[in-house]
């Protein structure tokens, strides 16, 4: 039996009013995951929820793959996929993507620090559209940081031709070329890259059942 409390509630009411209250320096993170009705009677049932890889997107699977392996090195503990989830987001951010995922369960969690991977949730996606990470230079204008990032985007796709490697899969690419669009992105784990308002989500290789606080079905 369930150790936390189960309701239903709208949208707007699934997440309650006011200051969220995320710390991404808390031995005990705050995070929010929505899961469907499907994988939340699996977490009640076996006390645990662990992902499945084969719904990972095709184009999508350097970039997991990648985060797989970061995850293995740098956490405690030991899986084979993730788990997602919100560390740090706007409260109208949260009830937009509950006003998503009608017939849905919102849970708010609870996880050990060692548990969990940080990732800033914007420059995830250099990783997901297999990009060089740019990142911006103090004092930088919109339009400056643009340019630059455009130049460095242009200059790595044209040594990336250059190799015969565009359009295949980071494995496939030359060492020197895979490992210095890496370690760029390796860059999106450190808060200290950010400032203090940016969203930052959570990976995990299980989620416990023990871990949730609460549970929302989300209803219209």
Known sequence: MASFSISEACPA??????????????????????QSEEAF???????VLVSDRSRVDPFLVDAYDWLYRQMAARLTTA???????WARITRRDLVDS??????QVLLTCRVP????????????????NKFPHVPELRGESDEGYTARMNRVV???WARLRAA???????????????AEIEQGWERIFDPGNYG????????????????????VRIQR
């Open 98 to 103: 509950c006003k998503a995922s009608i017939g």
């Open 196 to 215: 203090r308002f940016e969203s930052w989500q959570a990976t995990l290789h299980t989620l416990h059942a023990e871990d949730i606080v609460e549970a």
């Open 113 to 128: 620090r060692e548990r969990v991977l940080l990732s800033h949730y914007g420059d995830w996606h250099s990783v997901l």
């Open 164 to 178: 015969g490697a565009r359009g295949a899969g980071i494995a496939d690419w030359p060492a020197d070329l895979r």
């Open 154 to 156: 242009d200059e790595f």
């Open 13 to 34: 009411d699934a997440v309650p009013p006011g200051r969220i209250g995320y710390d991404i320096s808390a031995d005990q993170l705050l995070l929010h995951t929505i």
């Open 41 to 47: 009677d699996v977490l009640c049932s076996a006390g």
């Open 79 to 85: 899986g084979d996929g993730a788990i997602w989830l």
